[in-house]
């Protein structure tokens, strides 16, 4: 990455963090004209690119694949000398990450994006001191007329002796090689995906969680459904407990003991226990900013209370998913670098668990939809079926599709799948909820057919 001394430079803006959403803001300024300077003390991409949806997925496709086949004897395939070298995945995953990485920073050269590699420390609200990347002397110092925080998140780890062995989202990614076994702490979508796609690479998986559910704020018949499959898939749950305390045995083994007496073991594990806004190096206290318990406050147009110093992404209190955080960056420069006026729908937001199979779901669950209108004004349609790719398949795995409406004005106000491709499918639902779709207009859709997806518009 290329070091610029900029002393004494004044920019328009400057974006301190090359991810989701300081690259997009970045790029959308610089192309309206705006003098950009960026900040980046990692790679350039972020969460997403290096260490989060994108090795993540890659992931998915390599477990999937390997599920694929150990279950297509019905199909004539033969799997019997099946083989996984994780040391060749985890490699081809970097090089990956690094391919792109590449590719934004040569966009950003080519819009003329100064930038700088350091990590980005507020000297006072006008001046940002550049720190080298060991985080010991100051490299520089910027100025500009504003700012964007949008340095993302970080993952949480519990604080018990022991914790400095285990794994977080952002190690996995670094490893050479995959362990044997794993414990997983945790139950929310990151947790769920890792179980999935672990157990799918053979790995043997223990995931412990606190609560009694899996994916809190999910729809309870999609945490269900992909509760059943993961325990069917080999996958042990352990519900309603803690880790209490880590206790390291010879031959790479860790004993875990929770808080119920129950006690496992693994050769390694992953905290997956949460993210928080990771501003440990940014010096907010400096400026004095209003915080919304530990996530930045901004107002609609994504303002602190310090005129010129703006924040988007997982430092604020949104949705913390890569399109939210490139929305908001692109809006933000749209209306102050191109004149627009431009503001955020967070209505129809479609979220993905990448598990196996697959969660997505858009628009209000069940359990909102009754809080929001009442039991009585909410109709339910759902149906849960084998699908035919399973038909030749030792897969018991059953697919769920459901439709929350309004029974009084007739509007779809939830679509929610369990199953395969139900990424795919839901994006597009969400087009058409968030267009105010009614449930007639879902019945007077033809079906295609032989398709999962047909069952969305046969529900009677
Ligand atoms: C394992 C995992 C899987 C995920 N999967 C999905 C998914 O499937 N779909 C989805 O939509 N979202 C997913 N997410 C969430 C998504 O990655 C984030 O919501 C998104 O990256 C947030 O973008 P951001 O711009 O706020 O921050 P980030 O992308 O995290 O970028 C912040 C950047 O700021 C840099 N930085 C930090 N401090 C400083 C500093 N002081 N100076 C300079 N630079 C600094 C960091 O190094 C980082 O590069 C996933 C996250 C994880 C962890």
Redesign the pocket.
Known sequence: MIIKKTLNKKFDLVV???????LAAAKRAARHGAKVCI????KI????V????VP??LMVYAANSRKNILNSKGYGLSSEKLSFDSKVLLKSIKNEVNRLSELHLNALEKLKITTIRG???FKNKDHLDIIDIDKKSVLDTVNAEKFLI????K?IKLNIPGSEFSWS?NEIFELEELPKSILIIGGGY?ACEFACIFNNLGINVTQLLRSNNLLNGFDLDLSSSLRETMISSGITLIFNDELLKIEKKEKKIFDFILKSGQKCDAESFLYAIG?EP?LD??NIQELDLKMNGKFIEVNEINQTNKSNIFA????IDKP??????IEQGRVFADNFYGNLNRSINYEYIPK?V?SNPEIATVGLTEKEANNMFGEKNIEIFKCKFKPMSNTFKNINSKCLLKLVVNKSNDKVIGCHMFGESSAEIIQMASISLSMGVTKEQFNSTMALHPTISEEYVTMY
Request: net charge positive; aromatic share 4%.
């Open positions: 301190i963090g090359a991810g989701s959403g300081g900040v980046e003390g990692d991409g972020g969460t997403c290096i260490r989060g949806c993540k997925k990590w980005g420390r949008s340095v993302g998140g993952p989202s990151i993210r990771n190096l940014i988007i992404g997982d430092v913390n998913l890569t399109p939210v955080a993905a990448f």
